[in-house]
T-cell receptor, first 115, second 117 residues
Framework: AQSVTQLGSHVSVSEGALVLLRCNYS??????LFWYVQYPNQGLQLLLKYTSAATLVKGINGFEAEFKKSETSFHLTKPSAHMSDAAEYFCAVSEMNQAGTALIFGKGTTLSVSS | GAVVSQHPSRVICKSGTSVKIECRSL??????MFWYRQFPKKSLMLMAT?????????EQGVEKDKFLINHASLTLSTLTVTSAHPEDSSFYICSARVIGTGAGGYTFGSGTRLTVV
């Protein structure tokens, strides 16, 4: 079964600092990987996705992630944090089951941004 | 873009009653719908996968008699929490594959906050 592990349940940065959220995947086949952001009491918004094209994926709001097969990683970065980036971030991998291809999520990382 | 409308956004119900949550695909046909449950400060847990016209496939540990999923049309899937109890209180989110976008196309509802009192 596919899975993702997000290292660090809580990351705190200062406004303007680099954001690095870590995600490692476990997959027996080339995976499709995703990063989502969730604001309180809301659904999920796709930040970016890797679907076996370019290994460096650029997403919305200045975020990007690099797929590194040798490290089985798909870490999310942003050069300069904004206060509005404070939210919950989820890494996910798509997994095919008998009924369809669902997304399997990591436990999430809470990003706090201080002024 | 592909939009899934989920209602209600919040519901409070009494213990023992049933609650229905609806997810409608507004501008595409949702052949497959996924239902997730999210506990406070926890990840999204896949509950079940439903295909239009078929019985839902439930993940291990999910009570299919408590969480009834119906996907009778290509634009509507429902989750009914039957005989709800306080421990069923949670945030429920639906998601649909968007056909034509390969494996990279998913869209999510805005979620339903269920509180059972």
């Amino acid at each position: 079964a596919q899975s993702v592990t997000q290292l660090g349940s809580h990351v705190s940065v200062s406004e303007g600092a680099l954001v690095l959220l870590r995600c490692n995947y476990s997959s027996s086949v080339p995976p499709y990987l995703f990063w989502y952001v969730q604001y309180p009491n809301q659904g999920l918004q796709l930040l970016l996705k890797y679907t076996s094209a370019a290994t460096l994926v650029k997403g919305i709001n200045g975020f990007e992630a690099e797929f590194k097969k040798s490290e089985t990683s798909f870490h999310l970065t942003k050069p300069s944090a904004h206060m509005s980036d404070a939210a919950e971030y989820f890494c996910a991998v798509s997994e095919m089951n008998q009924a369809g291809t669902a997304l399997i999520f990591g436990k999430g990382t809470t990003l706090s941004v201080s002024s | 873009g592909a939009v899934v409308s989920q209602h209600p956004s919040r519901v409070i119900c009494k213990s023992g009653t049933s609650v229905k949550i609806e997810c409608r695909s507004l501008d595409f046909q949702a052949t497959t719908m996924f239902w997730y449950r999210q506990f406070p400060k926890k990840s999204l847990m896949l509950m079940a996968t439903s295909n239009e016209g078929s019985k839902a496939t439930y993940e291990q540990g999910v009570e299919k008699d408590k969480f009834l999923i119906n996907h009778a049309s290509l634009t509507l899937s429902t989750l009914t929490v039957t005989s709800a109890h306080p421990e069923d209180s949670s945030f429920y989110i639906c998601s649909a594959r968007v056909i034509g976008t390969g494996a990279g196309g998913y869209t999510f509802g805005s979620g339903t906050r269920l509180t059972v009192v």
